[in-house]
């Protein structure tokens, strides 16, 4: 089966933090194992969240 690659849409101080490095979704580092879902990309109106994003490795 293949994974479900997903996003999130609006990539404040929230997201980054909480979500995308501590683990409350299945981010890359924590639920690397998860086998059906992986955070692959992240995008938000202001376009300074475009470095945060990428230095975790997700798309814009």
Known sequence: MAKVKYAIIGFGGIAENRVAKEGYACDKAR???????????????????KEAAAALGLKW
């Open 31 to 49: 639920f690397a194992p998860l086998k059906s879902a992986e955070l692959v990309g992240a995008y938000d109106l202001f376009a300074g969240r």
